[in-house]
T-cell receptor
Framework: AQSVTQLGSHVSVSEGALVLLRCNYSSSVPPYLFWYVQYPNQGLQLLLKYTTGATLVKGINGFEAEFKKSETSFHLTKPSAHMSDAAEYFCAVSDRQGGSEKLVFGKGTKLTVNP | GAGVSQSPSNKVTEKGKDVELRCDPISGHTALYWYRQSLGQGLEFLIYFQGNSAPDKSGLPSDRFSAERTGGSVSTLTIQRTQQEDSAVYLC???????????FGQGTRLTVV
């Protein structure tokens, strides 16, 4: 089965600094990859996704992620953090092995943005 | 409806009681997921329905947990003989098909006392 590892359960950055949230996956077939964001006391919403085509994917709120097959990674970045980016971020992979294509999530990374 | 609807939004139950959690997916979505979110544990996969295929139940933590999806639409997650460790937020999501965006409901916060 496919799995997702998010390095760092907590990441803290200063406002205006680069945001880098790491995600690695295990898969023996081309994956579909997703990043979701959960703001405090709210549901999850999609930030961006990769299915096929261009490996650099742009999402909402200035976030982007790059699919690197050789590194089995899908790290999320944003050049300049805003206070409003404080939230929990989840990386997910569509498990396309074994006939069930369920979404498997990482444990999440909580992003804190300091003024 | 406009989005995934879950009910109730909050449920407090006594240990040992059975509970039913309901999910109304977006109309026309063939895929439906249930997840459990506990503090520090991320989203734990429970069960996945895709069209008329047999559901993937590989994430259900014990035989006290079951789920059904009637008519390819509404889904009910049932927890029998609830335990305190069942306390969590239960999230439902649906997608038009596999590989596309999954839309999440606001969740049901279950507290077992």
């Amino acid at each position: 089965a496919q799995s997702v590892t998010q390095l760092g359960s907590h990441v803290s950055v200063s406002e205006g600094a680069l945001v880098l949230l790491r995600c690695n996956y295990s898969s023996s077939v081309p994956p579909y990859l997703f990043w979701y964001v959960q703001y405090p006391n709210q549901g999850l919403q999609l930030l961006l996704k990769y299915t096929t085509g261009a490996t650099l994917v742009k999402g909402i709120n200035g976030f982007e992620a790059e699919f690197k097959k050789s590194e089995t990674s899908f790290h999320l970045t944003k050049p300049s953090a805003h206070m409003s980016d404080a939230a929990e971020y989840f990386c997910a992979v569509s498990d396309r092995q074994g006939g069930s294509e369920k979404l498997v999530f990482g444990k999440g990374t909580k992003l804190t943005v300091n003024p | 409806g406009a989005g995934v609807s879950q009910s109730p939004s909050n449920k407090v139950t006594e240990k040992g009681k059975d509970v039913e959690l309901r999910c109304d997916p977006i109309s026309g979505h063939t895929a439906l997921y249930w997840y459990r979110q506990s503090l520090g544990q991320g989203l734990e996969f429970l069960i996945y329905f895709q069209g008329n295929s047999a559901p993937d139940k590989s994430g259900l933590p014990s035989d006290r947990f079951s789920a059904e999806r009637t008519g390819g639409s509404v889904s009910t997650l049932t927890i029998q003989r609830t335990q305190q460790e069942d306390s969590a937020v239960y999230l439902c999501a649906s997608s038009e098909r596999t590989g596309l965006e999954a839309f999440f409901g606001q969740g049901t916060r279950l507290t077992v006392v």
